[in-house]
T-cell receptor, first 114, second 112 residues
C-alpha cells in the first residue's frame, strides 16, 4: 500500500520568504502526483499536476518537482504572501482496479506572517 | 458552471440510521470519487467510478455503498451509520483518473 508523508506538519514563515514543502511516497510506481491547497472548512483546490513522465510543473509563484526514483516531490513557493496561508496536500495517483486511486498525505499547514 | 455540488453540507445521524450523501457534477467528467477526511489521517478513498455503471472500492469501503447510473451523479449511501463514520466527506471528479481532481465543498457528518 502506498504511504504518503508530508514533513513538516506545520510551517510558519515571514512574508516574502521563499519556501519548500516536501512530499515523500513509498512506491515509485505512480501515475501522477498532484498538489492541492485547502483553506479551513473548505474543499481542496488543485494547484499543480505532474504526470509520472514529467520532472516539474510551474504555475505563477509555484513550482513542483517530481523525483520518482527517490519517491519525493517538492512544492516551491516564491515570495510568500499572507494569502498563501493554508494547508497544502500532495496526492499520489496509482493505477488500481478499474482506474486510478489517489493516496493523500496529511498535509503541511502553512502560516505566512505579515 | 457549478462544478462539483455536494448535499447536504451538514448532517447529524443517530447510530443505525441510513442516509445518502449526494454528489453531482456538470463538467461531463467520467471519473468520480468519494473521500473521507479525518484529523491526522489525511483523505482516504472510499469508492470511485470511471463511468456510468462502473464502480470500484478504494482504501476504506466498508459501511458504504455507491452506484453510478448517470455520468453526472455519484451518491454515497450509509446503510447503518456508526460513530466511526463521523467525518468530513468530499466528492471529487476529473475528466479521467489521470487528470486534475475537482473537489466539492464537503459534507460534515456526525453520528451520535
Amino acid at each position: 500500500k502506498q504511504e504518503v508523508t508530508q514533513i513538516p506538519a506545520a510551517l510558519s514563515v515571514p512574508e516574502g520568504e521563499n519556501l519548500v514543502l516536501n512530499c515523500s511516497f513509498t512506491d515509485s510506481a505512480i501515475y501522477n502526483l498532484q498538489w492541492f491547497r485547502q483553506d479551513p472548512g473548505k474543499g481542496l483546490t488543485s494547484l499543480l499536476l505532474i504526470q509520472s513522465s514529467q520532472r516539474e510543473q510551474t504555475s505563477g509563484r509555484l513550482n513542483a518537482s517530481l523525483d520518482k526514483s527517490s519517491g519525493r516531490s517538492t512544492l516551491y513557493i516564491a515570495a510568500s504572501q499572507p494569502g498563501d496561508s493554508a494547508t497544502y496536500l500532495c496526492a499520489v495517483g496509482v493505477i488500481s482496479g478499474t482506474g486510478n486511486q489517489f493516496y493523500f498525505g496529511t498535509g503541511t499547514s502553512l502560516t505566512v506572517i505579515p | 458552471n457549478a462544478g462539483v455540488t455536494q448535499t447536504p453540507k451538514f448532517q447529524v445521524l443517530k447510530t443505525g440510521q441510513s442516509m445518502t450523501l449526494q454528489c453531482a457534477q456538470d463538467m461531463n467528467h467520467e471519473y468520480m470519487s468519494w473521500y473521507r477526511q479525518d484529523p491526522g489521517m489525511g483523505l482516504r478513498l472510499i469508492h470511485y467510478s470511471v463511468g456510468a455503471g462502473i464502480t470500484d472500492q478504494g482504501e476504506v469501503p466498508n459501511g458504504y455503498n455507491v452506484s453510478r447510473s448517470t455520468t453526472e451523479d455519484f451518491p454515497l449511501r450509509l446503510l447503518s451509520a456508526a460513530p466511526s463514520q463521523t467525518s468530513v466527506y468530499f466528492c471529487a471528479s476529473s475528466r479521467s483518473g489521470a487528470n486534475v481532481l475537482t473537489f466539492g465543498a464537503g459534507s460534515r457528518l456526525t453520528v451520535l
